[in-house]
């Protein structure tokens, strides 16, 4: 089972991951890991912030020569914008006149963390419920997305919408339905994504999209959206619905709604399919040319609880970000009296940014499940498993089930 756990705040001196069970032998470069910190910062409508940050991991374990040797392995993302921050963050000496944060932000976690963990200054529970802390979480999914890629298995995103702006392409909105896109891997769908500022597929959709955001920003408000997330390549047989934890789908939809602003996780044509009928949203099970495959995809790869071999596809909305250059009302704490609330340096729209984080937390629970299903101390023992499981069951596919 591998796992990872992240520290830092959001204007502390770094953030780091150690990540803990992956197999020996794996091959990883800094390089790699950074070209997707990189894709993270992108996005138009993004803070100030990201002419500051230039994400770069350093490496401090668990990695020797190029390859995972089996050990815990730990990375860590120094913050640039710490320096500006740093009287403010001391791990030691308190200001003498230290302005304490009493006004709450409506929709962050302000009010609430403030309120669970005692504290009488806000800026506590900013520093560690800030978005910035998923920087860790692409670094640690990165590993696991290179694991996966030894396997064919492919993870990508692109944006659908945002502020309710959807492109006029409709095959776009169907990946069930549209063959030639369904053939794309995850990757390609990506790479054809990051050539555009907001991650969209459609040229008119992203003038339209901008130009959104700029009324947004005009305004002092901010924009939501929803992105699909697909991975391809995923063989048959992960996940169990033998308990409800073990469920593939429970965990995907467990990772993806613990990403900062996301409330809502969507697998296959779930929401569609709630207002068909059974015989139209069942995926028809086909055997040809010693193949077993679908027709179509509703499913989004998964039934009860287990990849089927079919492409898993996931859509999640994120809501508009809660800080507002032009804010809503809320109390001072010192007081308990309305005023309006206090404004934190903010995107304008972070929807880019969040899909590709939705990759990272997807690879991380297709690599959990993968390396529970085939197991392995090293990348060689995994190896042989997978590919003593896939040649089994394909022999199985052609001659046990026909006796």
């Not at 995907?252 to 990403?259: C, D």
Request: proline fraction near 2%; aromatic fraction near 8%; charge should be positive.
């Amino acid at each position: 089972m591998i796992r990872f756990l992240t520290s830092g705040e959001s204007h502390g001196k770094a953030l780091s991951v150690i990540i803990d069970g992956f197999p020996s032998n794996l091959s990883i470069s800094k390089n790699y890991i950074n070209s997707h910190l990189k894709r993270r910062q992108m996005g138009y409508g993004r803070s100030v912030r990201m002419k500051i940050e230039n994400d770069t991991v350093q490496i401090l374990s668990g990695i020797r020569f190029g390859k995972t040797i089996g050990s815990p392995i730990s990375l860590l993302i120094e913050n640039k914008d710490w320096i500006n921050w740093q009287e403010l963050i001391d791990s030691e000496k308190k200001p003498e006149n230290l302005n304490k944060i009493t006004i709450p932000r409506p929709g962050h976690a302000d009010l609430v963390g403030t309120l669970k963990y005692n504290f009488d200054d806000i800026r506590n529970s900013i520093e560690r419920s800030s978005a910035r802390e998923t920087a860790a979480r692409v670094a640690a999914g990165t590993l696991a997305r290179k694991l996966l890629e030894e396997f064919g298995i492919s993870i990508g995103s692109y944006v659908e919408s945002i502020g309710g702006v959807y492109s006029n392409k409709s095959s776009l909105k169907d990946f069930s339905k549209n063959r030639a896109f369904a053939k794309k891997t995850g990757w390609q769908i990506s790479q054809s994504a990051d050539t555009s500022s907001v991650r969209v597929l459609d040229s008119n959709q992203e003038k339209n999209i901008i130009s959104k955001i700029k009324t947004a920003k005009k305004k002092g408000d901010t924009l939501g959206g929803t992105f699909l997330t697909f991975v391809t390549g995923v063989p048959i047989g992960l996940g169990s619905f033998m308990q409800f934890d073990r469920k593939i789908d429970a965990d995907i939809a467990f990772h993806l709604m613990s990403i900062n602003a996301i409330k809502g996780v969507e697998i296959g044509d779930a929401l569609l399919g709630a207002e068909k009928f059974g015989s139209q949203t069942s995926d028809e099970i086909k055997f040809k040319n010693e193949i077993l495959s679908r027709s179509t995809n509703y499913a989004g790869g998964i039934e009860g609880g287990v990849t089927n071999g079919q492409p898993i596809v996931v859509r999640a909305a994120m809501k508009p970000i809660s800080t507002l250059a032009k804010p809503l009302k809320s109390i001072d704490l010192k007081n308990m009296k309305s005023i309006s609330s206090r404004y934190e340096r903010s995107d304008i729209t972070a929807v880019p940014a969040c899909s590709v984080i939705a990759e990272s937390m997807m690879a991380w629970v297709i690599a959990k499940h993968f390396l529970v299903k085939f197991g392995g101390d090293s990348m060689e023992e995994l190896r042989d498993n997978f590919n003593s499981y896939t040649k089994k069951l394909h022999k199985r596919i052609k001659q046990n089930f026909r006796k």
